[in-house]
């Protein structure tokens, strides 16, 4: 039996040995198949056997993992986890140290194929990939961070939310300070850590050294962790994020906007004008902002607020076609609103005299509209819209020369 246990581990390491010389010679296919020769036997070698077994085939998926094999990349960290695991336990740490650079070097590929990833539009494999990098480097913190920022860019809401959520547990800022400088040769201001920038500022390669602080990501985390609970219509805990995003960053406009909407979605059209209000309040020259609260002051039938909205709007952005054009609706629809009165009218003198007093106000609230577009023409004279709103407003008045003026300017 000892005879048979000693030929089996010359055997092993015959195997290993033949896989590390086609690793060697850049056989990495081929140094996979040497190796799966030893595994049936492996787990009843001693231990410094059973740790080579497990270095050596950390090796060959790592450099199959370089070679573009994305599969190889857990393959090649949990054997070199299963080598360092046995070492410990035997109290014997021959490959400690290769195993630590296999694994940084492992670390530096997943980051580089993410990168690769990206640039491919292949997000979700990225995130994969980062996840996995800060995995192996957890002070490398940054990395879970763009993890999720990949999988927000490919639409991969929960895969980012879960990202999102260890940051917060984390309690991740991501701030910092950025080293630079101008390289004389080129020109050009380039990054490095704080070290090597002083040292080449100090041989005079490198001129003019910039220290500049990075801001906070929390805002960031989460305002994109409410959008993400929005996308997936978890509206509750969507708007949980908001008043955590808000709290953390009370004039942030976009965040103001995103809550409005939500609450605009949910059909909480009174919280979504408030929302909208203090948005206005806050971005003062936001021409859309005071056009979106003309709009949802003319759904509620608000038409003098509607048009103080677009007015503004117009103050803002004098060209705003859409201001323009909903500024002119509200005069035909109040005078609209009229028409239905006036149908219901009979044929007495009192009616008859009712009758002309709506339709003088009808027909004066047209106008106000036809002014608006006219005045819009001069500055747009070939869009269509205005056009054809302008059209429409002279048929109703029975304005039949501006009406036949428009029809050819439109061509029709």
Known sequence: MAISFTMVGFAQKNEIKAAEKALKEGDSAGAKSALEAAEGSVSSADVKIQAQYHFVRGKIYADLAKKGDDSAFEEAISSFNKADEIETQSGKAKYAKDIEQHMASVTADLVNSAVTDNGNKKFKEAGEKLYMSYKLSPKDTSYLYYAASSAVNGGHWEQALTYYDELQVLGYDGSGVVYKATNIESGEVEEMDEMQRDLMVKSGT????????????????????????????QDDKALEAYKAARANDPKDVNLILNEANLYYKMGDKEKFKALMAEAATVAPDNPDLHYNIGVINMEQNNLEEARVSYRKALEINPGYTNAQLNLSTTYVNEGNGLIDEMNTLGNS????????????????LFREGSIVLEDALKTNPDN???????KNIYGAMGDNENFLRLKKLLGE
């Open 206 to 233: 490198f001129k003019d050294p910039i220290d500049e602080n990075t801001p906070s990501k929390t805002a960031e985390i989460v305002k994109n962790t409410a959008l993400i609970y929005t996308q997936l219509g």
């Open 384 to 390: 269509q819209g205005i056009l054809t709103q302008l």
């Open 349 to 364: 003198r009192a009616d008859i005299a009712r009758y002309d007093e709506l339709k003088q106000q009808k027909d004066d």
